[in-house]
């Protein structure tokens, strides 16, 4: 049951750590064995040694249970070593797996938005696995053992344990249905507000520039008090659950000892029997007022795991290898392309059919929010289209593998997205990790760089190509991470080439190095589709694309849509509006 509620790779994990809880089980067993220890030890000093007088046999029996003790904290600090073990496990097994998931998705769906903090989603799994209530959940199957022990000094101190037991648990269970709702939406309240200030943070230089930083400040403020009075409810909650609980198992504690004292008065048990009664209970509800006590850190890890279901569930399963394709010329084709908004209601593109050859450059323009940025992103392949199909040298998009097929894609996209790390390594895409022959990986670097026109603004940087952007602060102009951007869209001499405004932000010299690298591309046969709005980057396209409304409004060869154009302007420049009157 637990395994169809489970995603399998996250199934397939928990297996994998299986070793680790059944010796975490094992352990626990000894442990809340040797617990015995003080009861029996206890019972021996009232019933043998104090009314015999018999120091020897305290000392021997003070040894013994020394060793016990000894042996029973070795083996809980072993255990929770074991379950923190099974939590790094669980981090190499799952967490590259989560984060190939999350880049992976080629659209969020509506309602998704929790899954951005999948990763701390899984940390806060990883730390109850390997935290004191996992512990709590392997001893709270040994309860019978001291009920079986209660019972055998006396019937009535079993029951007395059964009956705290119930009440314990039927609290426990109260608690649940109590805060099982405001768990869930304090969870995501949370994570919202996290997000939030993630993100408005980032954008900090903005909001200071536009006075937006004490309202986005008493906005955020807003927002977090949200969360936090929800997770103040439960807290509450837990208080009042956690005290009563207390309370419950102090009293049943000194009642146990009542209840042993009436037993030897009455003869039925022995002295040492009153403090062993104590004890035992003690030792019994232990696990289930650890439980209590843990029940928030386990709700959390329930949402969490829904998180990282709900990404799973969202995302496609690690598919098998396919077979590798030669490289691809550069024939690009998207047929009856539709994309849908997140909300799933108003269509971003329309039936968009574009062919692009090798050699060929395509030009695509339109007004603002006419689906220019999101038609390059599906030709790229850094987005699904929710209908119609890509073709790259006549093979759907699907047959090839994603990350071999972008190694022959460039892409630069409209936001830029340079990454923490130094210049050379965006420029290579971050490949170093997967590439041993550095020096040849360097080569291309450089030549990718001053094919972009980008190689001698770099080594102007204060570290050259080994300068670290982001991460440290430091930051590089518009203009400068656009021509980085562009030389990380040439690297590795990509057949097919998508660039998203590419000059929007480049000076005289930055545009004339982009002519350059592209009438490059196009002498080696490469397909070249450039989105603008400054159509000076578009004087050379053999193809233009007209866009509007998400729909095509004029394509074909780049002089009959100009003209086409042209007459079209000229037509509403010829229209003379009439107004009362008769006059305009």
């Not at 490469?526 to 007209?546: E, S």
Request: with cysteine; hydrophobic share 50%.
């Amino acid at each position: 049951m637990i395994k169809s509620f489970l995603p399998a790779p996250v199934a397939t994990a928990l297996d994998a750590c299986r070793p680790h809880f059944v010796a975490a089980a094992l352990f626990s067993a000894l442990i809340n064995i040797l617990y015995l220890a003080p009861t029996l030890y206890m019972m021996q000093v009232y019933d043998r040694v104090v009314p015999t007088g018999g120091i020897i046999t305290l000392v021997w029996i003070t040894a013994v249970l020394a060793v016990a003790i000894a042996t029973l904290t070795a083996l809980e600090a072993t255990r929770s070593r074991i379950l923190m073990r099974a939590s790094l496990r669980l981090n190499r097994l799952l967490s590259g797996e989560i984060l190939d998931r999350l880049m992976s998705r080629a659209k969020l769906k509506q309602g998704e938005t929790s899954s951005a903090q999948a990763m701390r989603e899984f940390d806060t799994i990883r730390q109850t696995v390997g935290g004191p209530a996992a512990s709590a959940v392997f001893d709270a199957p040994w309860t019978p053992l001291y009920l079986i022990v209660a019972f055998a000094i006396h019937p009535a101190l079993g029951w007395l344990i059964i009956g705290a037991g119930i009440v314990l648990v039927t609290l426990a269970v109260v608690n649940e249905r109590h805060t099982s709702s405001k768990s869930a939406k304090a969870h995501q309240a949370a994570a919202a507000s996290y997000a939030g200030t993630q993100a408005t943070v980032a954008e900090a230089e903005a909001i200071r520039a536009l006075g937006m930083r004490r309202s986005l400040v008493a906005r955020q403020i807003s927002q977090r008090a949200e969360g936090l009075e929800a997770q103040n409810q439960i807290q509450i909650l837990g208080v009042r659950y956690n005290t009563l609980v207390k309370f419950i198992r102090m009293f049943m504690q000194s009642l146990a000892l009542g209840v042993g004292a009436w037993l030897a008065v009455s003869g039925e048990i022995s002295v040492g029997s009153i403090i062993a009664a104590s004890v035992l209970l003690s030792r019994a509800l232990q696990p289930v007022e650890q439980l209590v006590g843990s029940w928030p850190t386990i709700m959390q890890a329930r949402n969490a795991l829904n998180t990282i279901r709900r990404l799973f569930e969202s995302t496609e399963t690690a598919q098998a290898e396919r077979t590798a394709l030669p490289k691809p010329k550069g024939d690009l084709e998207l047929d009856r392309i539709i994309v849908k908004s997140q909300a799933g209601g108003n269509l971003i593109l329309r039936n968009v059919s574009v062919a692009i050859k090798p050699g060929e450059i395509l030009g695509v323009i339109g007004p603002s929010g006419s689906g220019k940025s999101t038609l390059a992103r599906i030709a790229a392949g850094a987005m699904t289209p929710d209908a119609g199909e890509v073709r790259v040298d006549g093979a759907s998009i699907t047959d090839w593998d994603p990350e071999l097929l972008a190694q022959h894609i460039g892409y630069l996209p409209q936001n830029i997205a340079l990454l923490p790390g130094t210049i050379g390594e965006n420029i290579a895409r971050f490949r170093g990790s997967l590439v041993k022959n550095k020096a040849e990986l360097d080569r291309m670097i450089v030549a990718a760089a001053q094919m972009a026109g980008a190689h001698e603004m770099i080594l102007q940087l204060p570290m050259g190509y080994d300068t670290v952007i982001k991460s440290n602060g430091f930051e590089l102009s518009a203009g400068q991470a656009q021509r980085v951007a562009l030389a990380r869209a040439l690297f590795a001499d990509p057949q097919v080439f998508i660039l998203d405004e590419p000059n929007s932000a480049l000076d005289q010299d930055g545009e004339e190095a982009l002519d350059r690298a592209v009438k490059a591309l196009v002498l080696r046969g490469a397909a070249v589709v450039i989105v603008a709005h400054r159509t000076a980057v578009l004087n050379n396209a053999d193809k233009l694309l007209v866009m509007h409304d998400g729909a095509v409004a004029n394509y074909g060869p780049r002089a009959e849509v100009v003209d086409e154009l042209r007459k079209r302007a000229a037509a509403r420049a010829n229209v003379v509006p009439i107004t009362q009157g008769g006059r305009s």
